[in-house]
């Protein structure tokens, strides 16, 4: 158990809708980074926020939002979804704002019908 | 832009065979981490290495960083199935900071 909890683990959509994935980071830890894991493609770094400030940006889509609350949870908000959104989102946390060891959640798992 | 490549992309091997995968960056890293993902789990650290050079073991497990910083290796000794998944590297990108993964190595292993 990492310690980073992550919901919903799945969620099934269709095309056009808007949905939330929710991320709580390891007790103590200031940084969320997420990342999506599409098939074959790696893991691609969309968002990082340290401390309820953004702190970089990835490969992250305009249809893509997210945001860190004051109690440090993260939420990502993905809208106007396509089929190519179908992925396995994770989130990430570290104690500090470079990066150093990173704690992963399960991750959702998004299916866009 | 900055980017990290791993091959080979997949690697079947016998139970009791060495495995070994390369990760190589377009630029220098300032340190290297690895990461493996068990089928159907989330990645999972298991090293970082910052030293140039620097070769840093774990059972069987053997892990290096090169002399110029820009590549590392991963070796397992004499597989198990308990080694099965994919097994990623990831350097710090330069300017923000962010690890930038490798695509990984798939590591499949048959009895």
């Avoid at chain 2, 300017?95 to 798939?106: A, R």
């Amino acid at each position: 158990d990492s310690g980073v909890t992550q919901t919903p683990k799945h969620l099934i959509t269709a095309t056009g809708q808007r949905v939330t994935l929710r991320c709580s980071p390891r007790s103590g830890d200031l940084s969320v980074y997420w990342y999506q894991q599409s098939l074959d493609q790696g893991l691609q770094f969309l968002i990082q926020y340290y401390n309820g400030e953004e702190r970089a940006k990835g490969n992250i889509l305009e249809r893509f939002s997210a945001q860190q609350f004051p109690d440090l949870h993260s939420e990502l908000n993905l809208s106007s979804l396509e089929l190519g959104d179908s992925a396995l989102y994770f989130c990430a946390s570290s104690a500090g704002p470079n990066t150093g060891e990173l704690f992963f959640g399960e991750g959702s798992r998004l299916t866009v019908l | 832009g900055q980017q990290v490549m791993q091959i080979p992309q997949y690697q079947h091997v016998q139970e009791g065979e060495d495995f070994t995968t390369y990760c190589n960056s377009s630029t220098t890293l300032s340190n290297i981490q690895w990461y493996k993902q068990r089928p159907g789990g989330h990645p999972v650290f298991l090293i970082q290495l910052v030293k140039s050079g620097e070769v840093k073991k774990q059972k069987r497990l053997t892990f290096q960083f090169g002399e110029a910083k820009k590549n590392s290796s991963l070796h397992i000794t004499a597989t198990q199935t308990t080694d099965v998944g994919t097994y990623f590297c990831a350097g710090p990108r330069r300017s923000q900071g962010n690890l930038i993964f490798g695509k990984g190595t798939k590591l499949s292993v048959k009895p």
